[in-house]
T-cell receptor, first 111, second 116 residues
Framework: EPEVTQTPSHQVTQMGQEVILRCVPISNHLYFYWYRQILGQKVEFLVSFYNNEISEKSEIFDDQFSVERPDGSNFTLKIRSTKLEDSAMYFC?????????FGDGTRLSIL | AQSVTQLDSQVPVFEEAPVELRCNYSSSVSVYLFWYVQYPNQGLQLLLKYLSGSTLVESINGFEAEFNKSQTSFHLRKPSVHISDTAEYFCAVTPLGGGATNKLIFGTGTLLAVQP
């Protein structure tokens, strides 16, 4: 069965550094998402992406965040200047019809 | 806007006992409903979905959930749990016809802790 793959599985970064989280959605899917889960808390929506543009973003997704689908297969989340509170598990998801299919996540640790 | 409430943060249960994990939602429009499971140190896996049709939906590993529109609930049940069912269970909703978004709104999760 096709899967959503995310790399790296764990990313450790110094505060203030840029980080790029990578996702390869299921190949024929058209809708893409990023969610995050701070340790011990619920999964929160960050951004949705369709037809090469953001369709919705949450309050969390401020100017420090950006998404890109550079080559028709990858879907990336960039955090420009990381903060301690960005430490979380980040999940990528994709779909055509329901449901959304999730990757295994990237654990981002900010030091 | 939608919201999801999972009142039980943790449910301890003995192996082979029945279990019910509760989920209630609030929405001004019709929604699709989902249960996702997260095993330790793993990602989110779809367990069950309700899109339309029969209000009782079943998974391949013995879980079932029933959509109750009048009570705005989608409780998850299993008649006999195994140690391997130990995981965090998340209830989630998304509005019908949400167009290019259809973001998922998650509950806070319930940790099912199965004891021998």
């Amino acid at each position: 069965e096709p899967e959503v793959t995310q790399t790296p599985s764990h990313q450790v970064t110094q505060m203030g550094q840029e980080v790029i989280l990578r996702c390869v959605p299921i190949s024929n899917h058209l809708y893409f998402y990023w969610y995050r889960q701070i340790l011990g808390q619920k999964v929160e929506f960050l951004v949705s992406f369709y037809n090469n543009e953001i369709s919705e973003k949450s309050e969390i997704f401020d100017d420090q965040f950006s998404v890109e689908r550079p080559d028709g297969s990858n879907f990336t989340l960039k955090i420009r200047s990381t903060k301690l509170e960005d430490s979380a598990m980040y999940f990528c998801a994709s779909r055509n019809n329901q449901p959304q299919h999730f990757g295994d996540g990237t654990r981002l640790s900010i030091l | 806007a939608q919201s999801v409430t999972q009142l039980d943060s943790q449910v301890p249960v003995f192996e082979e006992a029945p279990v019910e994990l509760r989920c209630n939602y609030s929405s001004s429009v019709s929604v699709y409903l989902f249960w996702y499971v997260q095993y330790p140190n793993q990602g989110l896996q779809l367990l069950l979905k309700y899109l339309s049709g029969s209000t009782l939906v079943e998974s391949i590993n013995g879980f079932e959930a029933e959509f109750n529109k009048s009570q705005t609930s989608f409780h998850l049940r299993k008649p006999s749990v195994h140690i391997s069912d130990t995981a965090e269970y998340f209830c989630a909703v998304t509005p019908l016809g949400g167009g290019a978004t259809n973001k998922l709104i998650f509950g806070t999760g319930t940790l099912l802790a199965v004891q021998p």
